[in-house]
C-alpha cells in the first residue's frame, strides 16, 4: 500500500469509527500475508483490503478470516455491512 492508498484507506477507517465500528490500520509496509497473521494473532474477524484497483473501481474486498470468504463491497455500503 503506498502512501495515497493509506491516506484513502485512513479516511475509510475513519467514516468507519464514526458509525461506531472498531477498526485499525495495519501501518508498516509489509506483505499481505503479515498483515493477516497480524489480524488473525489479534483474532480480527474480517479484513478489509483495499489497494489502487479498489479505489479506482470504488470498492473494497471485505475478508472473514474464520471462513475465507471474500467479497467486494462498495465504500457506500461498508458500514452497512457490518452493522448488520
Given amino acids: 500500500m503506498g502512501d495515497d492508498e493509506s491516506l484513502f484507506t485512513f479516511g475509510i477507517m475513519q467514516q468507519l ?15 499481505i500475508a503479515k ?5 488473525e494473532k489479534k483474532n480480527i474477524e474480517y479484513v478489509i483490503i483495499i489497494g489502487s484497483k479498489e479505489i479506482e473501481q470504488q470498492h473494497c474486498l471485505v475478508k472473514n478470516l474464520g471462513t475465507g470468504v471474500q467479497q467486494a463491497v462498495a465504500f457506500e455500503k461498508l458500514a452497512a455491512f457490518f452493522q448488520s
Fill in 17 to 31: 469509527r464514526e458509525k461506531g465500528i472498531p477498526c485499525e490500520m495495519y501501518h508498516e509496509f509489509a506483505k
Fill in 35 to 39: 498483515q493477516f497473521s497480524y489480524a
